[in-house]
């Protein structure tokens, strides 16, 4: 039997890579939000490819929304193995200059749409006795960094949500890890100039460059096909912790 992958904000970055490195391998579902155009072409590419790809549009911080993309991919493949919370925001600045507003939208995507997901998803696991969740957290959830109070302190809470989870599920035969990211080369990095991204890699990254989101498709695919490793938070950040 096929498993199923499903994966959220999977239409660019670091998802968009999880997606191509699951594809033929796996069932894959994956969520977009704005980036329908690019969603169904990714859709298309790969089903045309290998089979068994399915895009479903999902706002993570809405609970009725993520119930609807959880039953269109059940109805297609009828379960989900493996779940990677990955849909995340940013928001650069001082917290003093954050509203209450900005702040709790930040938090409803990146730590209440994993709770969502999960919590929707996790009853199947339990049911069947197996299953993996992998969390995309960042480095700035392990260590913090100034002017991303709010999205340090998403993350972080994820990697405390993924330690908990994991001790809860274990004995049910779900694993729950975390990856935490440092400076990959994504969108988000697209806020930085060349000059800012260049001190940004001689300072702080001992192996000299950027990380692409295929390195980091690969250490999720590893946690989720790993069976006896649960709890963790491995960093993917060429060194910078």
């Known amino acids: 039997m096929t498993k199923t992958i499903f994966i959220t904000g999977g239409s660019r970055g670091i998802g968009e890579a999880v997606v191509r490195a699951a594809a033929g391998k796996y069932n894959v579902a994956f969520t977009y939000l704005k980036?329908?155009?690019?969603?169904?072409a990714l859709e298309r590419e790969l089903d045309e490819r290998f089979g068994g790809i399915l895009a479903v549009k999902c706002d993570v911080a809405d609970g009725d929304s993520v119930l609807s993309a959880y039953q269109a991919a059940k109805t297609r493949f009828k379960h989900i193995d493996i779940l990677v919370n990955n849909a995340g925001v940013s928001k650069s600045g001082l917290l003093i200059d954050m509203s209450p507003k900005e702040w709790r939208a930040l938090m409803a995507v990146n730590l209440d749409g994993a709770y969502l997901m999960t919590h929707t998803v996790l009853?199947?696991?339990?049911?069947?006795?197996?299953?993996?969740?992998?969390?995309?957290?960042?480095?700035?959830?392990?260590?913090?960094?100034?002017?991303?109070?709010?999205?340090s302190a998403s993350k972080a809470a994820l990697i405390g949500f993924?330690?908990?989870l994991?001790?809860?599920?274990?004995?049910?035969?779900?694993?729950?890890?975390?990856?935490?990211?440092?400076?990959?080369?994504?969108d988000m990095m697209k806020c930085y100039t060349e000059d800012e991204v260049a001190a940004l890699i001689a300072d702080h990254i001992p192996i000299g460059r950027l990380g692409s989101p295929a390195e980091v498709a690969e250490a999720i695919l590893f946690l989720a096909e790993h069976p006896y490793i649960t709890g963790q938070t491995l960093?993917?950040?060429g060194g910078m912790c």
């Open 35 to 40: 980036s329908e155009d690019r969603a169904r």
């Open 162 to 164: 993924t330690k908990a």
């Open 235 to 237: 960093s993917v950040d």
């Open 123 to 151: 009853p199947d696991m339990l049911a069947a006795g197996r299953g993996a969740i992998v969390n995309v957290s960042s480095i700035w959830g392990v260590q913090g960094a100034s002017c991303e109070v709010a999205y």
């Open 166 to 186: 994991a001790k809860e599920v274990a004995p049910m035969g779900v694993t729950v890890n975390a990856v935490a990211p440092g400076a990959i080369d994504t």
